[in-house]
């Protein structure tokens, strides 16, 4: 999945290779610190997710589990389910995307300006529901009209991140890391860029940044979250966890914004700030991605009453 070595690329080859810089106001030099951050909402798509699905539809093509005229189905209320419609655009397939009803608007929007087709599930049901209805969907067309990517436990997510993120990092930082910190939403960043730093040099730490409650709002990440894939074993890559409240994190993005000039979400937020909380525990090069473009977030009230400060 190399990039093309003329000047003209296409929306799917112009995937990854995204910025790493520093960020000196929220780890100024003067600390003893320094934090690389990789600028993840600049993918075609908005988003680190634009990485592994690329690498799971790619595989899927490669190997016929995805056919033409088949339909790529799942069930997604963020981010992947807009790579995955940015995607079929491209390539001319259909896409349906399961998701809650109350979730947000724009997302809504994108996904159908790229020409999925989004089916509605009860807010009540929550995630759990848009899977469910996915899954009894896919199980009436398996295999023959429905490709599922099931990003949760398709190795192809984590090393997405393997080949494409972490090889970044290292070169954008001439591999000055001594510690890389993300959040979970299903683990294919940590897991990949973690698995890729660790062969690179064993003495990188990888450390979860994880909510602090349940209801913690951080869209993308997962509270209750399960890691399983295979080749990538979260007991061998994981070295530490911090723990971010969600007040915390709405500040960090602020900051992001207002200080940085980087307009990115709210796992962004919190990843920085969990690398502020670990830079009073440790010294050193600390990277991370910022996972997604703010764009996505601005009928948030978080984002339209900052907008008015
Ligand atoms: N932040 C955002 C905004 C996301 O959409 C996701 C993906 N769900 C993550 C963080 C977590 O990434 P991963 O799935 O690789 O753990």
């Not at 100024?28 to 990485?51: C, H, M, Q, T, W």
């Not at 295999?143 to 090889?167: C, I, R, W």
């Not at 914004?257 to 440790?282: H, T, W």
Request: hydrophobic share 35%; aromatic share 10%.
């Amino acid at each position: 999945m190399e990039k093309n070595n003329n000047f003209i690329s296409t929306t799917l080859s112009s995937i990854g290779k995204t910025p790493t810089v520093p960020l000196t106001r929220i780890m100024p030099p003067a600390s003893g610190s320094r934090l690389y951050a990789k600028i993840e909402g600049l993918n075609p798509g908005g988003s680190v997710k634009d990485r592994p699905a690329l690498y799971m539809i790619k595989r899927a093509l490669e190997n016929g589990t995805l056919l033409p005229g088949m339909t790529i189905i799942d069930s997604s209320s963020g981010n992947t389910g807009i790579s995955y419609a940015m995607i079929g655009a491209y390539l001319g397939m259909r896409v349906k995307i399961y998701a809650p009803s109350n979730m947000s608007e724009e997302r809504k929007i994108i996904m159908r300006l790229y020409g999925a087709e989004l089916i509605l599930t009860p807010a009540e049901e929550s995630h759990d529901g848009a899977i469910k209805r996915a899954n009894d969907e896919y199980q009436k067309g398996a295999g023959k009209v429905y490709f599922m990517p099931d990003q949760y436990n398709n190795s192809d997510n984590p090393l997405s991140h393997y080949e494409t993120t972490a090889v970044e990092l290292i070169e954008q930082t001439g591999g000055n890391i001594d510690f890389f910190a993300t959040g979970i939403g299903t683990g294919g960043t940590i897991l990949g860029v973690g698995k890729r730093l660790k062969e690179f040099n064993g003495k990188i730490k990888i450390i979860a940044v994880v909510p602090d409650n349940e209801m913690h709002g951080i869209e993308g990440w997962k509270y209750n979250y399960s890691l399983n894939f295979k080749g990538f074993d979260k007991d061998k890559i994981i070295d530490d966890f911090v723990k971010v409240d969600t007040e915390g994190s709405y500040e960090a993005v602020k900051r992001l914004i207002r200080e940085e000039g980087l307009l990115c979400g709210f796992s962004s937020g919190a990843n920085a700030y969990a690398v502020q909380k670990l830079s009073e525990r440790y010294r050193g090069n600390f990277s991370t991605v910022l996972p997604d473009t703010g764009s996505r977030y601005l009928s948030t009230r978080v984002f339209s009453e900052f907008a008015l400060l």
